[in-house]
């Protein structure tokens, strides 16, 4: 499941949230029709750790699309 492959990563890992993310990434880049399971509770760690990651998240892989980069002020 996800938060086990996580501990799993994070032996290699500075850090658990570092460990949380590549799993999430891994799994938002698996084909159609497969996932990790328990992505739920992996979701809800991350969140408690940190709450406004996935907004970052979500910013940089807009910047990584667009190609552009926009300063908000």
């Known amino acids: 499941d996800a938060l086990t492959a996580a501990q799993v990563i994070n032996l290699f890992e500075k850090n658990y949230l570092k460990a949380l993310l590549k799993v999430k990434r891994f799994a938002n880049h698996?084909?159609?029709?497969?996932?990790?399971?328990?992505?739920?509770?992996?979701?809800?760690?991350?969140?408690?750790?940190?709450?406004?990651?996935?907004?970052?998240?979500e910013k940089i892989s807009e910047i990584e699309e667009s190609g552009s980069v926009q300063i908000e002020s």
Request: aromatic content about 14%; hydrophobic content about 35%.
């Open 30 to 57: 698996l084909p159609a029709g497969y996932e990790i399971v328990g992505m739920q509770y992996l979701d809800r760690t991350v969140e408690e750790i940190d709450g406004t990651i996935y907004g970052f998240e």
